[in-house]
């Protein structure tokens, strides 16, 4: 059973292809689904998005790459107007937020939504977990193997091993190699 669901997806990505820069076999797209600029937006080998996702790549410059077997459930917002990397075979929670695009405020007589980007790479490194509800800010570089707790608001760097939570997000917990344990920050 489980393969013919397998041949199932390998045909819709097929589908998918020519909308995408890049789809990976394997990978699994759920509708409904939110795309705004496809053709920057690459998906990797194995990859599961779930249904009621929003990716949205904003001009030529902006791109989404989704490495090889990473998980995204649904409701997820992802919105790029450069350079965003999830890496592989890191798992998102629903309900989570993530950016490269801050909105600019400082004429306070016009919206904020008409006022210009600041716009900075953001980055999930290799096998990272995203609590649910978590939002990635823009600029945000996750190490390898980080955990990032539910509901936390993430806005800077972070080394690789290391839980973090929070609003804003802080480091609690980091992997010492010596000692083979995690230890509280």
Known sequence: MFGLIKLFWGIRALLYKPFFKKIGALSYIGKPIIILGARNISIGKKVRIFPHVRMECHGSKSSIYIEDEVGIAQNVHI?????????????????????????????????????????????????????IGACIQ????????????????????????????????????????????????
Not at 81 to 89: F, H, P, W
Not at 98 to 111: A, G
């Open 79 to 131: 919105t790029s107007g450069a350079k965003l990397r999830i890496g592989r075979s890191s798992t998102i929670l629903a309900n989570v937020f993530i950016t490269n695009i801050d909105h600019q405020y400082s004429q306070v007589d016009m919206k904020v939504l008409d006022q210009s980007w600041n716009v900075k790479e953001t980055i999930i490194g290799e096998n990272c977990f995203i609590g």
């Open 138 to 185: 823009a600029g945000t570089i996750l190490g390898k193997q980080c955990i990032v707790g539910a509901n936390s608001v993430v806005r800077g760097s972070f080394p690789d091993y290391c839980v973090i939570v929070g609003t804003p997000a802080r480091v609690v917990k980091r992997y010492n190699f010596e000692t083979k344990n995690w230890e509280k920050i």
